[in-house]
C-alpha cells in the first residue's frame, strides 16, 4: 500500500482522529484522488475494525474511536468526493433503520446524492417508518433511502415499506436501500425497488430509477 494510504489506514484503526484529519489533508494536498483514499484505505481500516471485534481484540470503545477517527477524515473527504458527472434532481430522504445506529455508510451515501445534485434529507440513526412517513409528507420526496447494518435492524426496512403502502406514498417514492448485510435478492424479497452495494452506486441507481 501507499505510504500515505497506509499512514491514514492506521490512524483509523487506531482511532487518531488528529492524526487521521492531518493525514487526510497531507494526503489530499500531495494530490491523492478521494475515492482513492477512500476505497483503499479509509473503509479498508473500518472493515479491519470490525474483523478485530468479531475476534475479541477490539471492543466497542476501540469501534467507536475508529468510527469517529473516520468521520472526521471524512468530512475533509466529502466535498473531494461528491464532484460527479450527474446532473439528476430531486429529493432524497434518507436515514438509517429503527434500533441502529451505524452512520458511516448512510453518511457517505448522503454526500454522494448530494454530489449528483439531490437535495438530501437527513433523518440520521435510529429513524423510525413514521419519520421516514412525515418526512416524505413534508419534502415531497421523490426517493427513500434506508440503510442497515445490522441482520436484526435489516428487517425494519419492510416495516417502513408497509407503512409507505399504508398511508397511501408508496407509488409516489421509490425505495432503495443498503448496508453490510443487505442483498439485492433481499431488496427484491421486501418489495424495495433498488439496491446499491456502495455509496458511489447510489446516485446511478437512483437516476435510473427515476428515469424508468
Ligand atoms: Co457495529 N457492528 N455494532 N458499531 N460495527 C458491525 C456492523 C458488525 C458487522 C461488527 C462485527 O461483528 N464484525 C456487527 C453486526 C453483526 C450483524 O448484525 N450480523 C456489529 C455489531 C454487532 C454492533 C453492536 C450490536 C455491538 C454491541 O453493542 N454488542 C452495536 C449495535 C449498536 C446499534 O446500532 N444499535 C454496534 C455499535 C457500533 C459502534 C457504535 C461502536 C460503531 C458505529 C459508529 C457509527 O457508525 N457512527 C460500530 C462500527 C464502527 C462497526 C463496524 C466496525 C464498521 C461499520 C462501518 O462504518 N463501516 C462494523 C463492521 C463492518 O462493517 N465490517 C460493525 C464502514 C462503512 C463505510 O461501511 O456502513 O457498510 P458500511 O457502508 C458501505 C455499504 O454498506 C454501503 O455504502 C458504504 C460503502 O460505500 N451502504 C449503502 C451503507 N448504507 C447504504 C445505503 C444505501 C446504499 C449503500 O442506500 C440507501
Not at 38 to 46: C, Q, W
Not at 69 to 82: C, F, K, N, R, V
Not at 184 to 205: N, V
Amino acid at each position: 500500500m501507499d505510504q500515505s494510504l497506509q499512514e491514514i489506514y492506521d490512524a483509523i484503526l487506531v482511532g487518531d482522529e488528529t492524526l487521521t484529519k492531518e493525514k487526510v489533508k497531507a494526503a489530499l494536498e500531495s494530490g491523492m484522488d478521494a475515492s482513492q483514499m477512500m476505497n483503499l484505505s479509509m473503509i479498508p481500516a473500518m472493515t479491519e475494525v470490525g474483523v478485530r471485534y468479531e475476534q475479541g481484540d477490539y471492543y466497542i470503545p476501540e469501534m467507536l474511536i475508529s468510527a469517529i477517527a473516520m468521520q472526521q477524515g471524512l468530512e475533509i473527504l466529502g466535498p473531494h468526493l461528491t464532484e460527479s458527472e450527474y446532473s439528476s434532481m430531486g429529493t432524497v430522504v434518507i436515514g438509517t433503520a429503527k434500533g441502529d445506529l451505524h452512520d458511516i455508510g448512510k453518511n457517505l451515501v448522503a454526500m454522494m446524492m448530494e454530489g449528483a445534485g439531490f437535495t438530501v434529507l437527513d433523518l440520521g440513526t435510529d429513524v423510525s417508518a413514521e419519520k421516514f412517513i412525515e418526512a416524505v409528507r413534508s419534502s415531497g420526496a421523490e426517493v427513500v433511502a434506508i440503510s442497515a447494518l445490522l441482520t436484526t435492524t435489516m428487517e425494519y426496512m419492510k416495516v417502513v415499506i408497509d407503512k409507505l403502502v399504508e398511508t397511501g406514498l408508496r407509488d409516489q417514492v421509490k425505495v432503495i436501500i443498503g448496508g453490510a448485510p443487505i442483498t439485492e435478492s433481499y431488496a427484491q424479497e421486501i418489495g424495495a425497488d433498488g439496491y446499491a452495494a456502495d455509496a458511489s452506486r447510489a446516485p446511478k441507481l437512483v437516476n435510473a430509477l427515476l428515469e424508468a
